[in-house]
């Protein structure tokens, strides 16, 4: 298995327990793909530096996880269909 970050930005207008829901659904995709999350740090509410989609905030989340090669790309479909994401990014750690 791979490590892996992921820094994913929610939609700021989402109440607490919508936006727990959120970060709880990404942490089971990567479970049940077989991969494991290592590390959930939640950034909390941040300006961003220029307005995405008629937000000028997001709540940020950085996710550290170890996963096989395929999981990032499974990961990063349900990320561009879930509404509530405005912005992410993943990267491997092996790569530095």
Do not use: H
């Amino acid at each position: 298995m791979r490590e892996y970050e992921t820094m994913f930005v929610i939609n700021p207008t989402l109440d607490a327990e919508a936006t727990q829901a959120v970060i709880e659904r990404f942490k089971n995709l990567i479970s049940e793909q077989g991969g494991e999350v290592r590390n959930v740090d939640e950034w909390g509410r941040r300006k961003l530096a220029y307005e995405i989609k008629d937000f000028n905030e997001g709540y940020y989340v950085l996710m550290e996880f170890a996963a096989n090669p395929d999981l990032p790309a499974e990961l990063e479909r349900v990320y561009k269909i879930t509404d509530d994401i405005i912005r992410y990014l993943i990267i491997s750690k092996e790569d530095k």
